[in-house]
């Protein structure tokens, strides 16, 4: 539908890299756009504005996500100039900030596994939450306890308006703060799983995971790894992992989480540590 609309406007290829390039978060579409077709960005946020009859806005993402608060710039080419929205994945409903707080809807397949791996009565540390998505949904399924931290406020913010939007089965702390001195101020050993879901900054904080999950705990780590085989990728963020972890661990599963970039891909190893 889209590739069609935009034929008077883009070639074939330039089409493809686009349509490929964006996110439709509940009634937001976020676009990169190549530098080579900035001069056609306003035609093509009001295409997309038209061809996605949901859509009420169209950005253009003229920065990577970056820092501790992990968020990005973006800059509206078509419709209302508003980055909150709902979005709804899995039976579950959240408020989301598309570009004051972390959140990526690529991650939805990595959030129903971990969901589905939690189990009654768990004690879980989300160390890089953002507005909670991970959070809410294993506190949906599952009668658990789930700290949720984030260093940036407006996430944790997002995360209690999450909580307060579901009808969990378990629950959920938000914790606003540095995941590092939460983990060593007040929840030393509590966790028997811990999510590490900063990829690109695990081995700073593999310590404090460590230190959160009690023996024979589970903590899932997630790397960005370069494989020139996507096949070599998982077993590679399991022998990163091995060469990184100072505590005896079991490695339980490996996979691609998703591509990144050529030969550059997001994964995660779950392991079972043992701290005797």
């Known amino acids: 539908m889209l590739k069609k609309a935009l034929k008077d406007v883009l070639t074939d290829k330039e089409s493809e890299e686009l349509i490929s390039a964006f996110d439709q978060i509940g009634n937001i579409i976020v676009v990169r756009i190549p530098d080579s077709l900035l001069s056609k960005k306003e035609i093509i946020g009001k295409t997309l504005l038209n061809e996605v009859k949901v859509a009420r806005s169209v950005f253009y993402q003229t920065s990577a996500v970056e820092g501790d608060y992990r968020t990005r710039e973006l800059e509206v080419i078509a419709g209302e100039d508003n980055t909150e929205t709902e979005y709804r994945e899995f039976g579950c409903r959240f408020i989301v900030d598309v570009q004051n707080a972390f959140f990526s809807p690529r991650l939805s397949t990595e959030r129903e596994r971990i969901a589905d791996l939690v189990q009654?009565?768990?004690?879980?540390?989300?160390?890089?939450?953002?507005v909670g998505l991970f959070s809410v949904m294993a506190?949906?399924?599952?009668?658990?306890?789930?700290?949720?931290?984030d260093i940036?406020?407006?996430?944790?913010?997002?995360?209690?308006?999450?909580?307060?939007?579901?009808?969990?089965?378990?629950n959920v702390i938000?914790?606003?703060?540095?995941?590092?001195?939460?983990?060593?101020?007040?929840?030393?050993?509590?966790s028997d799983r811990t999510l590490m879901?900063?990829?690109?900054?695990?081995?700073?904080?593999?310590?404090?995971?460590?230190?959160?999950?009690?023996?024979?705990?589970?903590?899932?780590?997630?790397?960005?790894?370069?494989?020139?085989?996507?096949?070599?990728?998982?077993?590679?963020?399991?022998?990163?992992?091995?060469?990184v972890a100072q505590v005896k661990s079991e490695i339980l599963d490996s996979k691609i989480v998703r591509a990144v970039g050529p030969r550059y891909y997001q994964t995660v190893v779950d392991v079972r540590i043992s701290k005797t």
């Open 139 to 149: 506190a949906r399924k599952n009668r658990c306890t789930v700290y949720s931290l």
């Open 174 to 190: 938000s914790m606003n703060g540095d995941a590092s001195e939460i983990i060593r101020e007040q929840l030393t050993a509590k």
């Open 120 to 130: 009654d009565g768990e004690t879980i540390t989300n160390m890089f939450a953002g």
């Open 152 to 170: 940036n406020p407006v996430a944790s913010r997002l995360c209690e308006r999450n909580i307060k939007l579901n009808k969990l089965t378990g």
């Open 197 to 243: 879901l900063l990829p690109e900054r695990s081995d700073e904080f593999l310590e404090s995971a460590v230190n959160a999950t009690r023996d024979g705990g589970i903590i899932h780590y997630y790397s960005h790894i370069h494989a020139d085989k996507k096949s070599d990728a998982a077993r590679l963020s399991e022998e990163h992992y091995l060469r």
